[in-house]
C-alpha cells in the first residue's frame, strides 16, 4: 500500500495485497478493525507518512471507526504532522457525528493546527453552524464543570481560540 497526501484532507491509497491495518480502517471495514482490535493492535500507529490511525478514520468518514479506536484507546488529540487533530480534521470537513465522539472522548477545543487554526475555525470558516454551535456547547460545559460558572457563546468561542 502506498498513501500520499497531497496537501488536501483525502490521501490517495493505492492497495496491493491483503487489507493493511490503515486500509480496513480508511475504508470502514468495521469487521477487520474489530478483529485487529482483538489481536492488540497499537491503536496509536502512525503510517508511513505520520498519520495516526484515528485520522485514517476521520478522512474516510467513519465515526463508527472512530468510536471503536478511542474506545480502544487511543489518542483523541494525537496530531499529523501539521499540527492538526482529529477533531480539527474531522471539523475541517463538516463530519458533525465525528465532532460529536471526538468531544465525547474529550478532544481538546483550544487546540491549534500549523497555521494556528482550530477546530472551531474551520468549522465556522466553512459555514458548519450546527458544528460551531456542538464546539461552543462543548466549551461552555467543560467551562462550567471547570469553574461552576456559566460561559456565554461569545465567551466560549473565545475560549477555543477562534
Same mark, same amino acid.
Given at each position: *500500500?502506498?498513501?500520499?497526501?497531497?496537501?488536501? *484532507?483525502?490521501?490517495?491509497?493505492?492497495? !496491493?495485497?491483503?487489507?493493511?491495518?490503515?486500509?480496513?480502517?480508511?475504508? +470502514?471495514?468495521?469487521?477487520?478493525?474489530?478483529?485487529?482490535?482483538?489481536?492488540?493492535?497499537?491503536?496509536? *500507529?502512525?503510517?508511513?507518512? +505520520?498519520?495516526?490511525?484515528?485520522?485514517?478514520?476521520?478522512?474516510?468518514?467513519?465515526?463508527?471507526?472512530?468510536?471503536?479506536?478511542?474506545?480502544? +484507546?487511543?489518542?483523541?488529540?494525537?496530531?499529523?504532522?501539521? +499540527?492538526?487533530?482529529?477533531?480539527?480534521?474531522?471539523?475541517?470537513?463538516?463530519?458533525?457525528?465525528?465532532?460529536?465522539?471526538?468531544?465525547?472522548?474529550?478532544?481538546?477545543?483550544?487546540?491549534?493546527?500549523?497555521?494556528?487554526?482550530?477546530?472551531?475555525?474551520?468549522?465556522?470558516?466553512?459555514?458548519?453552524?450546527?458544528?460551531?454551535?456542538?464546539?461552543?456547547?462543548?466549551?461552555?460545559?467543560?467551562? *462550567?464543570?471547570?469553574?461552576?460558572?456559566?460561559?456565554?457563546?461569545?465567551?466560549? !468561542?473565545?475560549?477555543?481560540?477562534?
Amino acid at each position: *500500500m502506498t498513501v500520499e497526501n497531497r496537501g488536501t *484532507m483525502q490521501p490517495e491509497i493505492r492497495i !496491493s495485497g491483503t487489507l493493511s491495518t490503515v486500509e480496513a480502517v480508511y475504508q +470502514g471495514d468495521i469487521a477487520k478493525v474489530q478483529s485487529l482490535l482483538a489481536t492488540g493492535i497499537d491503536v496509536n *500507529m502512525r503510517c508511513c507518512d +505520520g498519520w495516526p490511525l484515528l485520522h485514517y478514520a476521520v478522512m474516510g468518514n467513519h465515526p463508527e471507526i472512530v468510536r471503536l479506536l478511542l474506545g480502544a +484507546g487511543a489518542d483523541v488529540n494525537g496530531e499529523s504532522k501539521d +499540527g492538526a487533530t482529529a477533531l480539527i480534521n474531522a471539523s475541517q470537513a463538516g463530519q458533525f457525528e465525528t465532532v460529536k465522539i471526538l468531544l465525547e472522548y474529550n478532544a481538546s477545543l483550544n487546540h491549534l493546527d500549523k497555521d494556528g487554526h482550530s477546530a472551531l475555525k474551520l468549522a465556522a470558516d466553512n459555514g458548519d453552524l450546527r458544528t460551531v454551535e456542538l464546539i461552543q456547547a462543548a466549551v461552555a460545559k467543560r467551562w *462550567m464543570k471547570l469553574t461552576g460558572q456559566y460561559i456565554s457563546y461569545n465567551r466560549a !468561542s473565545a475560549a477555543a481560540n477562534y
